[in-house]
């Protein structure tokens, strides 16, 4: 069975400080990774995406891939108490034909 | 314009209710989802329809039969409720199958007593 997983947390961390968040996958054939965010009570929304190994950065935001170890991250520079939600960590397990699947989140409390 | 829009956005029902929830997408995209949130926030797909055709159909009991009744457009329709049923369900939409971003609806609060 397809997994991926991630430490529920909370992971807190104090304003301006890098929060890291984890996540690894069972599938080694899974071709692209992805991490929404999702605020309590709303919907989850795309804030990166990755497909090869090595860093993607996007603001204060950058995610790592590692397909040897079938991990990938991503780190919030500069956090803020905006960013206090929880993140997702999805795969694409086969590409074309298939849906993600979505670890089970981290919450991230970032306390000014 | 909202991109994704779902309803109800709650839905409060008596076990052994029908009930449906409607979802549209005027995003133009070909591909549309229902996903299931439980209550520990564990998101998982359940079906996935491209141009009104259905692709993944995941494990997921037969009281639950989407429709499609054009690509804009995928209704959830749940009979027969259970305790279990309640979620927060979302509608999503992506360009193709497969694609990089999938777009997702305000979700609808399903409650069963």
């Known amino acids: 069975q397809k997994e991926v997983e991630q430490n529920s947390g909370p992971l807190s961390v104090p304003e301006g400080a890098i929060a890291s968040l984890n996540c690894t996958y069972s599938d080694r054939g899974s071709q692209s990774f992805f991490w929404y965010r999702q605020y309590s009570g709303k919907s989850p929304e795309l804030i990166m995406f990755?497909?090869?190994?090595g860093d993607k950065e996007d603001g204060r935001f950058t995610a790592q891939l590692n397909k040897a170890s079938q991990y990938v991250s991503l780190l919030i520079r500069d956090s803020q108490p905006s960013d206090s939600a929880t993140y997702l960590c999805?795969?694409?397990?086969?590409?074309?034909?298939?849906?993600?699947?979505f670890g089970k989140g981290t919450t991230l409390s970032v306390s000014s | 314009d909202t991109a994704v829009s779902q309803t109800p956005k709650y839905l409060v029902t008596q076990m052994g209710n029908d009930k449906s929830i409607k979802c549209e997408q005027n995003?133009?995209?070909?591909?549309m989802y229902w996903y299931k949130q439980d209550s520990k926030k564990f998101l998982k797909i359940m079906f996935s329809y491209n141009n009104k055709e259905l692709i993944i159909n995941e494990t997921v009991p037969n009281r639950f039969s989407p429709k499609s009744p054009d690509k804009a457009h995928l209704n959830l329709h749940i009979n027969s409720l259970e305790l279990g049923d309640s979620a927060v369900y979302f509608c999503?939409?992506?360009?193709?199958?497969?694609?990089?971003?999938?777009?997702f609806g305000p979700g609808t609060r399903l409650t069963v007593l």
């Open positions: 990755i497909y090869s190994n």
């Open positions: 999805a795969v694409n397990p086969r590409g074309a034909g298939t849906a993600l699947i």
């Open positions: 995003l133009g995209h070909d591909t």
């Open positions: 999503a939409s992506s360009q193709k199958i497969g694609s990089n971003e999938q777009f």
